[in-house]
């Protein structure tokens, strides 16, 4: 299984970004898959999940501002983050399991390499 994570970059605050994940070798169709994202000096927290249904989990902390969606036939999750805050400053990783309550755990069985979201203010 590979879970490839792309879309990170510098932003001012208050811009957008869009993360991408794309995924081989599971079938993803009942594949859920989420994001984390990991600070300096912080622990990994989780940011947001999606189900195999369509159903969406958010933290408070981007609830309103991210946005996650599947494209079934592309085997690729999308993060739109909007009205970032340097506070989103992160390595973000992608995750996939078959489970909502594992993933969000942060137990995944699957993972993918992070890229970095820098918000600058």
């Known amino acids: 299984v590979q879970l490839q994570a792309s879309g990170g970059g510098l932003v001012q605050a208050g811009g957008s970004l869009r993360l991408s994940c794309a995924a081989s070798g599971l079938t993803f169709s009942i594949a859920v898959m989420g994001w984390f994202r990991q600070a300096p000096g912080k622990e990994r927290e989780f940011v947001a999940a999606?189900?195999?249904?369509?159903?969406?989990y958010y933290a408070d902390s981007v609830n309103g501002r991210f946005t996650l969606s599947r494209d079934n036939v592309k085997k690729t999750v999308y993060l739109q983050m909007n009205r970032l805050k340097p506070e989103d400053t992160a390595v973000y990783y992608c995750?996939?399991?078959?489970?909502?309550?594992?993933?969000?755990?942060?137990?995944?069985?699957?993972w993918g390499q992070g890229t970095q979201v820098t918000v600058s203010s």
């Open positions: 999606i189900s195999r249904y369509g159903s969406t």
């Open positions: 995750a996939a399991d078959l489970g909502v309550e594992k993933l969000r755990a942060g137990t995944g069985r699957y």
